[in-house]
């Protein structure tokens, strides 16, 4: 995992050095068919004071009237903006919604080098995006908002209906967290399983010496196994492709107009602080105990590749949830993030359950969509 953190740094420095001359960060370009700014629409890169931090947003949409929706990135110290407008399809989420793209406490934009990130916790990070939610409320003049979250951003995203469901109209979780204590085991089976296969024997004799079992099971080495096999289902070592998913996610920051070159030093740090800080305050909590009676409905979707989170886990949390609505939808060319890797389906699905929760229509499946879904 060092090894990975130090190649996109590097290739991100390099680059980002290269277009220094493209000046300051600025808002996302969100123009029509005449390439003109959409006459209702809104498009900002904007400082907000929550829980009296700084921290920044991004604000997109077609229609200032549309529904709000907040998006909660994953990592921890990794926002998506950038991926987003660059995940290769037409259709966006801005199409339909008013998205606020929160750069959380810690990471991209919000990243100070005054923050003792060290003693941050899981539960201020929750505040902040309950403050959040509520301005968002209050400035749009909207009684209740969506709330969609990836990967670590669902863990938040759980916590954040638990204190606040009227806030909420639903809730999209993308690559649902649940245990991810459990998870990080069960993909601990499948990677040595995969190295078994593949003869991998360097990958085996490594594996090998993790106790599974061990208390500090996730801080001797397992996790560095687990992020290069992320990179490529199931494969093992540096493959090809991982090169090219790197890379792709190096050009995506690098290109993207809301960052600067000072900007980009921010992100990495960010990223490499709260990936050692606050990834470890996931695995002390088993969301399932707790929270599965919500008030608003409740969708997951999931690419039945992810080992990062796991999928099997992911059902078994939604079939516990108790929710007025819920649906689980399967993605079945995807791993850890369908809404990159599957684009167009998951943008057309948001669509449609955004129409029916708009219009009050139950939840009836397409039968186009059937085979899609568990």
């Known amino acids: 995992m060092k090894l990975l ?27 029509n068919e005449n390439s003109k700014p959409y006459e209702n629409g809104i498009s900002t890169r904007e400082k907000v004071l ?26 921890p110290g990794f926002p998506e903006l950038p991926l987003a407008c660059n995940k290769g399809t037409d259709k966006q989420l801005e199409d339909k919604f008013t998205v606020c793209y929160w750069e959380q406490r810690g990471a991209g934009l919000s990243y100070t080098s005054k923050e003792d990130i060290k003693n941050l916790t899981v539960e201020e990070i929750v505040d902040n995006g309950i403050e959040l939610s509520d301005y968002l409320r209050k400035r749009f003049n909207q009684e209740k908002i969506y709330l969609m979250g990836h990967s670590w951003g669902t863990f938040l995203g759980i916590k954040i209906l638990w204190k606040k469901p009227e806030y909420f109209k639903a809730y999209f979780g ?62 093992i070592g540096i493959q090809d492709n991982q090169f090219r998913y790197i890379l792709k996610v190096v050009k995506d920051r690098i290109l993207f107009s809301g ?3 000072l900007d980009t030093f921010k992100y990495i740090k960010g990223m490499y602080y709260s990936s050692k800080y606050i990834l470890p305050l996931i695995y002390d909590e088993n969301l399932m105990q707790k929270y599965y009676e919500f008030e608003m409905p409740m969708y997951f979707f999931h690419g ?12 078994d949390y939604y079939e516990k949830i108790k929710a007025p609505r819920k649906d689980f939808f399967t993605f079945y060319l995807s791993e850890h993030s369908p809404q ?35």
């Open 259 to 261: 960052y600067s070159f």
């Open 340 to 374: 990159v890797e599957e684009a167009e389906r998951f943008t057309n699905k948001i669509f449609s359950l955004l129409d029916k929760l708009e219009n009050n229509v139950e939840d009836i499946r397409d039968k186009n969509e059937e085979k899609y879904s568990n």
């Open 50 to 75: 929550l829980n009296g931090v700084e921290q920044y947003i991004f604000i997109v949409g077609k229609n200032i009237n549309n529904p709000i929706l907040l998006f909660l990135h994953g990592g």
């Open 5 to 31: 953190f130090i190649i996109i740094a590097i290739l991100i420095l390099i680059i980002s050095f290269i277009l220094l001359l493209k000046g300051e960060g600025k808002a996302v370009k969100l123009l």
């Open 174 to 235: 993308i690559g649902q967290i649940s245990d991810q204590t459990l998870s990080e085991s069960i993909g601990y089976v499948k990677l040595l399983e995969s190295a078994e296969k593949k003869k991998n024997n360097i990958v085996l004799k490594r594996l090998r010496k993790i106790n599974i079992n061990a208390l500090n099971f996730l801080d001797i080495g397992y996790l560095e196994l687990m992020y290069k096999r992320w990179l490529n289902k199931g494969n």
């Open 304 to 315: 039945i590749y992810d080992n990062l989170v796991s999928y099997e886990l992911a059902y």
